[in-house]
């Protein structure tokens, strides 16, 4: 019987999926820091595995760290999110976060949004040392869980991290708005809303 449910954090509890390119990239230009693209998902690939602080991060982008909150408030959670968490919460499911993240960027955006009431535990990337779609922060996850991965469900919105899961024996769900290109998708549950997750859940 299912009773975890894993959601990823960007494409899934925040609206927002690619977040360095979508977000960061152009949050940095506008604020005067170095227009290299490349640089930037390096820097932030680097410091989402914990090799650096946040702060060491911005100082490397060319601003100040103190620009680090403004930023954090283009982030919003997506439609639905906080009444499917409530929804699960009363129907007894044990909620877990997993991400790819800068540890820092993470523990202020949940605190922002009270998620915390919500989620039971976060095992995030610059934390753990390790990012999706490697196996080792899968392993981290499995290690909190009260349950093998064959009774807990891994909801993302990129397939190579579905498809990772589902190796490890989760059930997974990929979260994809309406328009996504879902060619490859057929070997996971496909849900467009929150809504579509509830009712993928009561069924089982």
Request: aromatic share 10%; hydrophobic share 30%.
């Given at each position: 019987m299912l009773r975890i449910l894993v959601l990823d954090a960007m494409g899934v509890?925040?609206?927002?999926?690619?977040?360095?390119?979508?977000?960061?990239?152009?949050?940095?230009?506008?604020?005067?820091?170095?227009?290299?693209?490349?640089?930037?998902?390096?820097?932030?690939?680097?410091?989402?595995?914990?090799?650096?602080?946040?702060?060491?991060?911005?100082?490397?982008?060319?601003?100040?760290?103190?620009l680090e909150d403004e930023y954090l408030q283009r982030y919003e959670l997506t439609d639905g999110l906080t009444d499917f968490l409530e929804a699960v919460n009363s129907q007894g499911y044990e909620v877990w976060c997993l991400s790819n993240d800068i540890s820092e960027w993470s523990k202020k955006l949940r605190a922002r949004f009270g998620l915390d009431r919500y989620i039971?535990?976060?095992v995030i990337s610059g934390d753990a040392g390790a990012r999706k779609p490697e196996q080792a922060i899968f392993d981290h996850l499995i290690s909190q869980l009260t349950v093998s991965p064959h009774d807990a469900v891994f909801v993302d919105d990129q397939l190579r991290n579905l498809d990772a899961a589902a190796a490890l024996g989760f059930n997974t769900i990929l979260f994809a708005p309406a328009g996504q290109d879902l060619t490859n998708s057929k070997k996971h549950v496909v849900a467009t809303n929150f809504a579509d997750v509830l009712r993928w859940l009561h069924s089982r």
């Open positions: 509890i925040y609206s927002i999926g690619n977040d360095d390119r979508d977000l960061l990239c152009p949050f940095i230009e506008e604020k005067g820091g170095t227009k290299d693209v490349s640089e930037i998902e390096r820097l932030y690939h680097s410091t989402s595995l914990g090799n650096m602080s946040s702060a060491e991060f911005w100082e490397a982008v060319g601003l100040k760290p103190g039971r535990g976060f």
